[in-house]
């Protein structure tokens, strides 16, 4: 009925992918067709360099949510923050448009310049943000020592996620000093997630024994778990991990694990729970289908999916332009400077 009496022609490729993409989206919005390119994409993605703004996105109330920007990259260098919601793109409205359609529009050739609209909550205006396209190449982990205090910030769970925290541990161990390290702090602020066995991973870093994750499909029954089987590599130091509202998905597995076992103290703000898994099913074309087939549980056995992880200790991250100051960082050293970190 459509090829024959729809008011323009239509290409049988793209209707037939936009059915299918409708069915997944209308399960959740984590759910959706990826064609050859996307799928591509992706799994450069998780290999931590691919091409784009440098943000990762949701859909809610229609409109594209920021989960967070990922650090270094044209969108964090424009400002965007967790929780920002983007209205237009190029001046088209996002809203009746599906997660797929907008991600493809703020797709683009490296070096090409788009124009974002935000809505942001506290304030009264939209803001425009015009952002110049790049190949983000994402370093997964980055750290210094601040002091006597090993800090290590863990910007997504790409490939190189475990690799790059055993370095960090090893390499602040070297500079400091086992013996003179009196902690270390774990940073997972604006980390929106990325590769389930890496946050299993990483987690086994840092306990000796104990269940870091479990996993539940349809069949409530049918439960996997992700068990630490290794040692703590820290020897036991201790450890803040801090969180915000852009910390999702693997961060939160890290986290809720860690806190759990009270091996870390929580400190920051809610984060955003996202607790569900997402599968990849290749298809025939080289496209894939990512469906959502099951959700994790910390080993408490709470489900975090909307919910997110709250912070042992609530600390509201106040941002001042001038001295780029970081209240949170600067708290969380506090507790190790007066040794006050709590049992």
């Known amino acids: 009925i459509i090829k024959k009496n729809y008011v323009e022609d239509v290409n049988d490729k793209e209707v037939i992918e936009y059915a299918i993409n409708g069915m997944l989206q209308s399960l959740d919005p984590y759910s959706g067709y990826m064609n050859t390119e996307i799928y591509v994409e992706m799994q450069e993605e998780t290999r931590?360099?691919?091409?784009?703004?440098?943000?990762?996105?949701?859909?809610?109330?229609?409109?594209?949510?920021?989960?967070?920007?990922?650090?270094?990259?044209?969108?964090?260098?424009?400002?965007?923050?967790p929780g920002d919601y983007i209205t237009h793109i190029d001046d088209t409205g996002v809203l009746g448009l599906s997660l797929q359609d907008a991600v493809e529009m703020l797709?683009?050739?490296?070096?090409s310049n788009i124009i974002i609209t935000i809505v942001r909550i506290g304030e009264e205006d939209p803001i425009d943000l015009e952002i110049k396209r790049a190949i983000i190449t994402v370093r997964a982990v980055r750290f210094n020592r601040e002091g006597d205090v090993g800090y290590i910030r863990l910007i997504s769970f790409s490939e190189q996620a475990?690799?790059?925290?055993?370095?960090?541990?090893?390499?602040?161990?070297?500079?400091?000093?086992?013996?003179n390290t009196v902690g270390?702090?774990?940073?997972?602020?604006?980390?929106?997630?990325?590769?389930?066995?890496?946050s299993a991973r990483?987690?086994?870093?840092?306990?000796?024994?104990?269940?870091?994750?479990?996993i539940k499909g349809r069949d409530k029954s049918d439960i996997s778990r992700f068990t630490a089987s290794?040692?703590?590599?820290?020897?036991?130091?201790?450890?803040i991990v801090l969180i915000n509202q852009g910390s999702a998905s693997a961060s939160e597995i890290v986290a809720g694990?860690?806190?759990?076992?009270?091996?870390?103290i929580i400190l920051g703000e809610q984060s955003y729970g996202k607790g569900s898994v997402q599968t990849i099913f290749p298809l025939n074309d080289s496209s894939a289908i990512r469906m959502t087939t099951a959700l994790y549980y910390t080993p408490s056995g709470d489900s975090i999916h909307k919910v997110g992880i709250l912070p042992d200790i609530e600390v509201k991250f106040i941002y001042d332009e001038q001295t780029e100051k970081d209240?949170?960082?600067?708290?969380?050293l506090d507790l190790f400077s007066k040794e006050t970190l709590p049992n």
């Not at 370095?167 to 070297?174: E, K, M």
């Not at 990483?202 to 479990?214: A, M, P, R």
């Not at 290794?230 to 450890?239: L, N, Q, V």
């Not at 209240?327 to 969380?332: E, F, K, V």
């Open 184 to 198: 270390f702090i774990l940073d997972l602020r604006s980390n929106p997630g990325g590769l389930l066995d890496q």
């Open 202 to 214: 990483v987690t086994n870093n840092f306990l000796d024994s104990g269940e870091i994750v479990s």
């Open 162 to 179: 475990d690799k790059g925290i055993k370095d960090a541990i090893n390499s602040l161990f070297r500079e400091i000093g086992e013996n």
């Open 107 to 111: 797709r683009g050739p490296v070096g």
């Open 327 to 332: 209240n949170q960082l600067d708290y969380a």
């Open 48 to 81: 931590g360099e691919f091409g784009g703004l440098g943000i990762e996105v949701t859909m809610e109330n229609g409109y594209v949510k920021v989960i967070s920007p990922i650090d270094d990259t044209p969108a964090a260098k424009a400002g965007i923050r």
């Open 230 to 239: 290794g040692s703590d590599i820290t020897k036991g130091k201790p450890i």
């Open 257 to 264: 694990a860690l806190q759990d076992h009270k091996r870390a």
